[in-house]
């Protein structure tokens, strides 16, 4: 979904928080920003975690976090951009119940304020989740019976991580709102965006 000439470089950690980021991980990231870069940030999933303290931030600590890496990338020229965490896929009655708690607002709180670009995603995704349904949604989600992928004879049921389409669907979310904020946000999208060989049905093979 990005223009040719532009490169894209992802730089998590698995289950990290923004915390981890301040214990090592964010220095790499600060070396390689250079004017003109985005910088997309999109955390939550294990800052909610009040039950594990090595990654656990109270929602007006994470905000915090969040500004101070934006700040640092302001400071090398760079853009960055809040992203609001992807939607866990949790239905009850038919209903997608949300389960982030005080995270995507401390996210929407802190872009106001500070007057920062933001991507909705937590909106944006479940607006797209609770539209497909309890049982479309599942191919997203690493949720799928036994023996329908080698490594997985007995089957998932992650509701967080997500399969190829998913990956392909939300990416596509966050491009619309790159594409939204106009200007150098919208300037990385390719004009015409490539139609994936995946999409569709049929995609597992």
Known sequence: MCAPALRCTTMP???AAPRAYDEGLWAPVEAALCPGDLLLMQFGHNDEKSEDPTRYAAPDQFAANLLAYA???????????????????????GILV????????????????EDLPLID??????????????PSSRELYMVFTPNLYPNYPDGKEDNTHLRYLGAVRFTGLVAAGLQALGGPYAD???GTPE???YDGKGYEG
């Open 13 to 15: 950690a698995t289950a």
């Open 71 to 93: 700040h640092a990338a302001q400071a090398k020229g760079a853009l960055p951009v809040l992203i609001t965490p992807l939607v866990r896929r949790r239905f009850e009655g």
């Open 98 to 113: 949300p389960t982030h708690g005080a995270y995507p607002d401390a996210v929407r709180l802190l872009a106001a304020r």
């Open 121 to 134: 995603l937590s909106a944006a995704s479940t607006k797209l989740v609770q539209e497909m349904g309890e």
């Open 188 to 190: 990385v999208l390719l």
């Open 195 to 197: 139609r994936d060989k």
